[in-house]
């Protein structure tokens, strides 16, 4: 789509840019009508001139057009938002996989910033930087102590709190984040020599992963986790899918659970590696009837291998149109619960001063000519938003047969199997959520500082693990875990059910600090009721 520079002062420009933008989408014959003193935007600007200059208070326009662009958006569906100058940023950066820092991973231990991780190639690693080390400066940013909790603006109540972490965690990362060849003076406390070391690091690009775990579940069967359609994640779902064929994978799960979408061409990429040469993947339709449609080529690396697409209630946008596309095609199994029920696609677009709308420009729908976008009104996205507890009043996450379906939408696979439309993509093979919690806060509330400064103080002897022996032999008499229950200091004994649930989490949390994702999804999916239910499917194809 064209882009169009607007050149106003800049309190207007925020006001009537949504306007504009909107406008762009329309085959405007005299253009001009964008300026006129008649228009809208001329309207919307004299109101701003008399706030500004004639009310009787002062008042901060910026935000109140902020209020008025959100409001406005809000009265067309739930999916077109207003992203502020602030949020732009992190929203960019998660959508194009990769930011300019230094390249750790650290947590916030004692009012210290602890390296918990080095990214393996980036500028940390090149510089020297150890998992262990503590920041304390980063050029002129004192980042422990008071002055970090001064930096980050933390009261006293929120201290120990998970939003005092937040606070601090975000204090430090705008002191380490910058441009791109940029340089940063971090001066680290490292325990292991007791000493501070100083690194003169160069900024880099930073990977931001999407397919955040991959590994064989057994000789046959493998397993990739998305948790969202990035810039990058074609490539890095490649390169797991590559991986694990080469290992002997005949079979897939490819779990989309919890995944909120991205990039339509990104999921289209990813569809093409399991269907044939020319089949329909997905088709959008604009307002002005304009059909676009998106079909597999014959590049694909896993078309004769079975397919298993994990789904639940957050899967949305681009994960409904991979697992539509599936099952539109009579491809493999869909697994789970039925989706949230996304069927709009968006456009960014910039409003000039770092801001920006995701605009609704267009409807998708699946191979056999579904739209899965659940219904609203705009009057009333209360009931919208809040979906998912009518799904449980339903009781639609225990029960299949408690999930409502019109019949008006029903649609045939090629194969003939029966599909509905109007809410999201209802599974295969349906699996219940999990209802047996065992969770006690208590038991779980010191779970990752307790394994933080277990790992710390053990670190030469933590790092000689490597993830499949760590899988199949750590703490095999439950030394360190018993060490973790006395210091809950409890005066009552676990049921055994919970303590096998909180012995698989220590497990699957200390996996995830020494290694990366993948270790903690192979220590918890081994009581997964989804991944228990494909096991069970890929025995009997």
């Known amino acids: 789509m064209t882009k169009r520079k607007v050149y106003f002062p800049l309190f207007i420009g925020i006001a009537i840019a949504t306007g504009i933008f909107i406008g762009s989408t329309f085959n405007f014959k005299n253009k001009s009508v964008l300026f006129s003193s008649n228009s809208k935007e001329a309207k919307i600007k004299r109101l701003i001139n008399y706030i500004q200059y004639d009310y009787v208070d002062k008042v901060d326009t910026d935000s109140l057009l902020d209020d008025a662009i959100t409001t406005m958006l809000a009265k067309l569906d739930p999916h077109s938002v207003y ?27 004692d009012d210290s910033v602890a390296v918990s991780s080095v990214i393996k190639g980036g500028p940390s690693e090149k510089a020297g930087i150890k998992a262990g080390d503590r920041i304390i400066v980063a050029n002129t940013d004192t980042l422990f102590g008071k002055s970090l909790i001064k930096k980050a603006g933390v009261i006293e109540i929120e201290r120990g709190t998970l939003e005092g972490s937040r606070k601090m965690s ?42 955040s775990a991959h590994y064989m579940i057994n000789n046959t069967l493998g397993y990739i986790k ?14 797991a ?49 304009e059909i676009d449609k998106s079909y597999a080529t014959d590049k694909g690396d896993f078309e004769h291998g079975k397919i298993f697409v994990l789904i639940d209630q957050n899967s949305a946008s681009a994960s409904e149109i991979v697992a539509g596309a599936l099952q539109d095609n009579d491809k493999g199994t869909i697994v789970g619960r039925r989706s949230f029920g996304k069927g709009l696609v968006q456009q960014e677009m910039a409003l000039g001063d770092g801001s920006a709308v995701r605009l609704t420009t267009a409807r998708y729908y699946t191979p056999t000519g579904r ?11 209360t009931n919208y938003n809040n979906d998912y507890l009518e799904r449980i009043h339903n009781g639609e996450l225990i029960s299949r047969d408690s999930i409502k379906v019109n019949d008006s939408l029903k649609y045939k696979t090629p194969k003939g199997k029966i599909v509905y439309g109007g809410g999201g993509i209802i599974p295969d093979v349906f699996v219940s959520i999990d209802t047996l919690s065992t969770f ?13 400064k277990y790992i710390d103080n053990n670190r030469k002897e933590m790092n000689k693990w490597e993830l499949y022996d760590f899988v199949k032999k750590f703490d095999k008499n439950d030394k360190i875990f018993n060490q973790y229950i006395a210091e809950l200091d409890l005066n009552y004994p676990i049921p055994p059910m919970a303590k096998e649930d909180l012995k698989r989490y220590f497990k699957a949390i200390m996996a995830r600090n020494l290694f990366d994702e993948t270790g903690y999804f192979m220590i918890s999916q081994k009581k997964d009721n989804m991944i228990l239910k494909v096991l069970e499917l890929d025995l009997k194809k």
């Open 83 to 109: 992203i502020p100058k602030d949020e732009l940023q992190r929203v960019t950066e998660s959508m194009q996989g990769k930011f300019a820092g230094i390249g750790v991973s650290f947590i916030i231990h």
């Open 170 to 211: 975000d204090a430090v990362m705008k002191a380490l984040k910058g441009e791109t060849d940029t340089k940063v003076n971090v001066k680290v406390y490292r325990r292991s020599v007791n000493q501070t070391l100083n690194f003169p690091i160069t900024r880099g690009d930073v990977s931001i992963t999407s397919v």
């Open 226 to 239: 998305v948790d969202r359609f990035a810039r990058t994640t074609y490539e890095e779902f490649k390169k």
């Open 241 to 289: 899918l590559d991986g694990l064929i080469a290992k002997g994978m005949t079979s897939l799960a490819l779990d989309l659970r919890g995944n909120p979408g991205g990039y339509m061409d990104i999921a289209n990429m990813i569809v093409d590696e399991f269907l044939e040469d020319g089949k329909l993947i997905v088709f959008t339709k604009s307002k002005h009837g």
């Open 371 to 381: 739209s899965i976008q659940k219904p609203y009104n705009h009057l009333d996205q």
């Open 440 to 452: 006690n806060g208590k038991w779980y509330a010191n779970l990752s500082p307790f394994i933080f």
